[in-house]
Structures are given as C-alpha cells and as structure tokens.
C-alpha cells in the first residue's frame, strides 16, 4: 500500500517505550459526499473504521470497525487499498512512551441499507452518527475542533485524506 503522507513529530527521544496502535478506515462515496462518522459531543467528523484487533488483518478490521460504528455493510468485492498514513509522537499521557499507528485506507461501496449500529460505550457517549458529508465542510470542521480529548493530529490526519482525495478526483 502506498504511503500517502508520514505525521511525524519528532518528538520521542525521550521515550523508552512503544505503544502500536494500527488502524483501518473506510473510504465510501456516494453522489461527491463520503461517509462520515460525525461526533456529535465533540463535533469533528472521521472515516467510518478503527482499531485492528489480535487476529484480524487490516480489510477484515476495516469492514467490522464499518459495520460497528456507522452501520455500513462493506461489500468485499469492492475492497480497493487507497493509502496509508503513517503516524508516530510522544504518547499524550505517557512521556516515556511513543505512540506509533499506521492507518490504512480502503476505497470501497456498502449496501444501501445501513444496520443498528455497534458502538463502545465512549463512542456512544459521544454521538457517534453516520453523515455523507461534503469533503470541504468536513474538512472545516476537523480544522475548527475546539475542545476534544483527542490529539488534533486525528483531525488534521482526516482533513489531509479528504483533500487528497479530491486533488485525486476521486470527490
């Protein structure tokens, strides 16, 4: 997969230690809009996708993560690889560790109908909700978060996406 950009702070000589969290998101698009996951308490938009659990590779965690928080079905047969974003900084709540993700980018279609969604108690907490948003507010918005607990290289990780994605011509 190629590796569309690296969101690198160099700033974890002093880590000892650490912490790999890799992802895979999906890519769905419909009529110019994509599919979002919009938080409705913290008010930031991601693409539909999470964390890759023990056992699962990047497409099966992809289509789960989909499923669960915005209650898209993927069709497989429409699994395309897009991008990976490299990420690596000190930890936000260690200073001892370093936090390293590859985030793993899927174009792909889901079926019409959407499903109850699945979601973690911290995700209901915040809202989760599935939008099919115009690229550029979404991209607004990530670059407006206000207060969030979440390190704002998330945001501006899923802004760089949308704006590839349209230099692209994808969107």
């Given at each position: 997969?190629?590796?569309?950009?690296?969101?690198?702070?160099?700033?974890?000589?002093?880590?000892?230690?650490?912490?790999?969290?890799?992802?895979?998101?999906?890519?769905?698009?419909?009529?110019?809009?994509?599919?979002?996951?919009?938080?409705?308490?913290?008010?930031?938009?991601?693409?539909?996708?999470?964390?890759?659990?023990?056992?699962?590779?990047?497409?099966?965690?992809?289509?789960?993560?989909?499923?669960?928080?915005?209650?898209?079905?993927?069709?497989?047969?429409s699994v395309k690889e897009?991008?990976?974003?490299?990420?690596?900084?000190?930890?936000?709540?260690?200073?001892?560790?370093?936090?390293?993700?590859?985030?793993?980018?899927?174009?792909?279609?889901?079926?019409?109908?959407?499903?109850?969604?699945?979601?973690?108690?911290?995700?209901?907490?915040?809202?989760?909700?599935?939008?099919?948003?115009?690229?550029?507010?979404?991209?607004?918005?990530?670059?407006?978060?206000?207060?969030?607990?979440?390190?704002?290289?998330?945001?501006?990780?899923?802004?760089?996406?949308?704006?590839?994605?349209?230099?692209?011509?994808?969107?």
């Amino acid at each position: 997969m190629r590796l569309l950009f690296e969101m690198d702070l160099h700033d974890y000589a002093e880590c000892t230690r650490s912490f790999v969290r890799n992802s895979a998101r999906s890519i769905i698009i419909r009529n110019g809009k994509v599919a979002m996951v919009h938080s409705l308490k913290y008010d930031y938009y991601k693409f539909p996708g999470g964390g890759i659990e023990v056992g699962e590779n990047p497409v099966e965690a992809m289509i789960r993560e989909t499923r669960e928080e915005a209650g898209l079905t993927v069709i497989l047969d429409s699994v395309k690889e897009y991008s990976l974003v490299h990420r690596i900084q000190k930890s936000d709540s260690d200073p001892a560790e370093c936090f390293v993700q590859d985030n793993y980018y899927y174009l792909c279609d889901a079926l019409d109908e959407t499903v109850s969604q699945d979601l973690d108690s911290y995700e209901s907490g915040e809202g989760y909700r599935l939008e099919f948003m115009d690229p550029q507010s979404a991209i607004q918005k990530n670059r407006n978060v206000k207060s969030s607990p979440y390190n704002g290289l998330m945001f501006e990780r899923e802004a760089r996406i949308l704006e590839m994605l349209i230099a692209e011509k994808y969107l």
